[in-house]
C-alpha cells in the first residue's frame, strides 16, 4: 500500500471515530505518513553573516549541507535533494 492510498483510509477511518484518542492517533499516523514524502528545501536564503543557508521546506531550519541526510534533524521532514525537478 503506497502512503497516499494509507492516508485516504486513515482520513475514512477518522470519520468513523468520535472519541478524541483514536482521532488522535489518525492525525498522528496522517502526519507521519506525509513526512515520508520527500519535499524540496526552501530556497537558499543569507544569514546575518552572509552565509548561504537552505530551510527546510516544512519547518523552515537550516538544514544541513551534508548530503548525507536524507530526513530534517529538526522535524523528520523527508527531504528532496534531487536538482532537477
Same mark, same amino acid.
Given at each position: 500500500? #503506497?502512503?497516499?492510498?494509507? *492516508?485516504?483510509? *486513515? ?6 471515530? *468520535?472519541?478524541?484518542k483514536p482521532?488522535?492517533? &489518525?492525525d498522528? $499516523? ?5 513526512k !515520508? ?6 530556497? !537558499?536564503?543569507m544569514?546575518i ?6 530551510? &527546510?521546506?516544512?519547518c523552515g531550519? #537550516?538544514?544541513?549541507?551534508n ?9 523528520? !521532514? $523527508? ?7
Amino acid at each position: 500500500m #503506497e502512503n497516499r492510498e494509507a *492516508i485516504e483510509y *486513515i482520513n475514512w477511518m477518522r470519520d468513523k471515530f *468520535i472519541t478524541n484518542k483514536p482521532l488522535e492517533a &489518525c492525525d498522528l $499516523a496522517i502526519s507521519a505518513l506525509e513526512k !515520508q514524502e520527500p519535499m524540496k528545501p526552501l530556497p !537558499q536564503e543569507m544569514d546575518i553573516d552572509g552565509r548561504a543557508i537552505t530551510p &527546510c521546506g516544512f519547518c523552515g531550519e #537550516e538544514l544541513p549541507h551534508n548530503s548525507l541526510y536524507d530526513f530534517c534533524p529538526y522535524c523528520g !521532514q $523527508a527531504i528532496d535533494r534531487r536538482k532537477d525537478g
